[in-house]
């Protein structure tokens, strides 16, 4: 090795738990180098080897009796600056223990040590993790989760509070059914222990309360909130209490929090909107799901935001007029909206989001619905009835990202029932230049999505992307980086692919080109000429 103490260090982290293991048998020398580090990450026990499982379960509880005799030996007058004893200095955890960083889940943990418990012995399993984790003072979890069935257990529940959880950077608490339920004080006693470095914080868990729930809580209500706490997501939790006290408790400690997700969340949502609005001053991305929000619901949630909303993210929810409305009221901060399956939105409410946001970078319009994703091309041509004129949009300058399907535009070239007439001759080619001026005014587009796979409801009413039908109307997306064209009946050939190389000097993915019934050649001169560029 280099004998360069930081050089030693970054060949030692870039090599496997395998070639660590290989190196310490090299010599005396490198052994020493690498034992540490062999011991740094011991995830990898997590993975079903039962053998290695039990050889370390046995090196926990090796190390456990060997601190426990030493400590039966000692008499008074033992001088703490002589040496330590042998069998005391020959710990392994004494030795390895501060190089630590990863240990398997406390679950997983119990398991392996619960094995080397020999039934006569007077020590339990969670005594050996509580001894382990005393031993590993850098060890941290950078995700965690920890399912109802450990915290209702008192004992494992003490010691991964007291010596896992405040550790833990995202914390997940999970229930193992859809109707198990959770008592209130077992998740405070959990949470109370989380630290100021925990930054994500997941609870899908149905909460309930018992009548001695009172007399096992702490009065805690000076306690400060997780001022590194980013990230609070809340899926599938139910909680029939009148007060919902466990919630209002939680709110109160998310003050730093910037990025809400909800799923559902039946009966905690007025409660919600309520905590949002008193206590989470900086919050301002959301993203709401379910199929059972209500109007006034969804309302009191979009108008709760102090700061303004930057990030709207809603999937398969229904938004009424007075939703979308309150939605707009944040029109002047909003960044991203990204709609999946939303039912109530019309062309012109999409519309309004383009035209009236001035700081918009993405506008996505998605789902599995297969109407409420499309926008019908005469809305988003968005003209001036007086002047013929395009309408001005503020997001103009701001959009980098828009994934929207646009359909209604006659295609007399093709033959199939779905095509949709032309009122007059011309009239798709007419429709045609005018959305490819639209486009064109979007000039630091970096990402267009006109299509998608699996949705071929509107595909023979989409843009033909072609040279005849005036594609280089949009040859000033010089920033523009991806394109997908699935599912959509375009004529893109080779002239086309040559032409979008040229004017899209940034072009590097490209969905849709490899779809069955695709020009080949077009496929063949991309892959030959720029590889570089992926074909999805």
Known sequence: MADIAELDELISQQLSQHDLAQCIRVSRKWFRLFAPHLWGDLSCLENPSKVRQQAFGRVVLEDYLLKHQHQESEDEDYDAEQPLPTTLSSRPLAKYGPWI????????????????????????????????????????????????????????????????????????????????????????????????????????????????????????????????????????????????????????????????????????????AEGILTHMPNLNKIHLEGTSWKSEEIVAILSASRQGWKKVSMSCLSLSPTAMTCLMNHSSTLERLMLDGIHGVTHSDKIQVLRCCPMLYEFSDAGQQSNSRFIDVHSFVDQDPDTGSLKAWESEASLRALKICIVGIPRPELYESQVIKEDYPGQGQELHNRVYARLARLTNLESLWLGEEGHHHGAFSCLEMSLESGLDGISGLKALRELNVSSMRTRIGEREVQWMVEHWPKLRVIHGLLEKGRDKKAVEWLQQHHPDISLK
């Not at 398991?111 to 005594?127: G, N, P, R």
């Open 101 to 272: 960083r990863e240990l398997p889940y406390p679950r997983q943990l119990y398991i392996i040590l619960h094995s080397v418990c020999d039934l006569d012995v007077d020590f339990t399993a969670t005594e050996l993790m509580r001894h382990l984790y005393k031993q590993c003072p850098i060890m941290e979890f950078q995700h965690l989760t920890l399912f109802t069935s450990s915290i209702e257990w008192d004992e494992l529940m003490e010691v991964v509070s007291e010596y896992v959880i405040p550790r833990t950077r995202s914390l997940r608490v999970e229930k193992q059914h859809r109707h198990h339920d959770l008592e209130s004080w077992r998740l405070k006693y959990v949470l109370r222990h989380c630290s100021s470095i925990m930054e994500e914080l997941t609870i899908q868990t149905n909460v309930i309360y018992l009548e001695d729930d009172n007399d096992k809580e702490d009065d805690d209500e000076e306690a400060q909130p997780w001022t590194q706490l980013k990230r609070l997501e809340l899926k599938w939790c139910l909680d029939w209490s009148e007060d919902k006290a466990f919630w209002a408790w939680l709110w109160k400690r998310c003050s730093h929090v910037e990025h809400l997700v909800v799923n559902d969340m039946d009966d905690v949502r007025q409660s919600l």
